[in-house]
């Protein structure tokens, strides 16, 4: 049995992952920070269901943790990006470090998804993220013997955020003037089709170790904001990029409005209920 630690575990991203890797047959330790905790989430829990792979913890107890060997670690900073806390992060560092100084010798690899715009040369959250973060980065190397990136564009599907514009548009209407999101306006992956890829990608051998999610049809973004019934045509290229990744193509097979379909199904039949799944402030979010 393969072996897996996720933190965030109960966030968007790090959800997903736990539910995935439990489907491919992992083992999984999820870690999440207390502050984060909602109500929602034992609606969330009840999708996993009764299942003795899967045991979860607060991040506060990552000291108290023994690892299995071969224990692969997975990071989604994604959802760091997307509820951006200085004091969770700050927190959070304290908790992997403390995670990894008593299983270093146990983590086979480390595997950080960060959202693509982590590799732009910008401001803002992201840059305080990076600049948070930078030091638990060069602590890895030390660490273990391999660390992957993987960069995702906008992931969607149940449970999305409203930071992000899909769920703002699906709760609110599409009155673009007075949003303001965290969306890579480029890309876009329903989130199981690029977790079940990038889980997959991560246990095979690989030269080099930083990726990029990229939709295998162009302009998947617009497309998918124009299922919503809203027409934006975005002009340019994406940012600079400060390294160089590998290009992974992601063919997401199912019609582009199935996978919308499935989130706005989700909200109309049981997100609507969870009040507190507005918890999160658009004062916090950068329009682009």
């Not at 390294?243 to 409005?257: C, Q």
């Amino acid at each position: 049995m393969h072996h897996a630690v996720v933190w965030n575990a109960q966030q968007f991203l790090g959800f997903m992952l736990c539910k995935n890797l439990l489907e491919k047959g992992y083992e999984v330790i999820a870690f999440d920070q207390q502050e984060w905790l909602r109500d929602y989430h034992e609606e969330k829990w009840l999708e996993v269901g009764r299942n003795a792979n899967i045991s979860f913890w607060e991040s506060e107890e990552a000291n108290r943790l023994d690892a299995v060997p071969s224990t692969i670690c997975f990071i989604p900073i994604f959802d760091f990006y997307i509820e951006y806390d200085k004091r969770v992060i700050e927190k959070w560092k304290h908790s992997y470090q403390a995670f990894l100084n008593k299983n270093r010798d146990k983590v086979e690899k480390i595997v950080w998804i960060a959202p693509k715009q982590f590799l732009e040369s910008n401001h803002g959250t992201l840059e305080k993220l990076r600049s948070s973060l930078n030091s638990v980065f060069h602590d890895d190397s030390a660490t273990v013997d391999e660390v992957r990136w993987y960069y995702v564009p906008t992931l969607f599907g149940p449970w999305q955020p409203n930071t992000l514009l899909f769920q703002q548009i699906i709760q609110n209407g599409s009155r673009m003037d007075e949003m303001n999101y965290l969306d890579d306006t480029f890309d876009a992956l329903f989130i199981e089709t690029a977790v079940n890829f990038l889980i997959d990608h991560v246990k095979s051998p690989a030269a080099d170790s930083h990726f990029i999610l990229q939709n295998k049809e162009s302009g998947a973004w617009n497309a998918y904001l124009s299922l919503l019934g809203v027409e934006r045509s975005m002009k340019g290229k994406p940012k600079e990029m400060l390294n160089d990744a590998v290009s992974l193509i992601v063919d997401e097979e199912e019609p582009f409005v199935n996978h919308i379909m499935r989130q706005r199904q989700w909200w109309e039949m049981q997100g609507k209920y969870f009040t507190s799944f507005n918890h999160l402030s658009r004062s916090s979010c950068t329009k682009k």
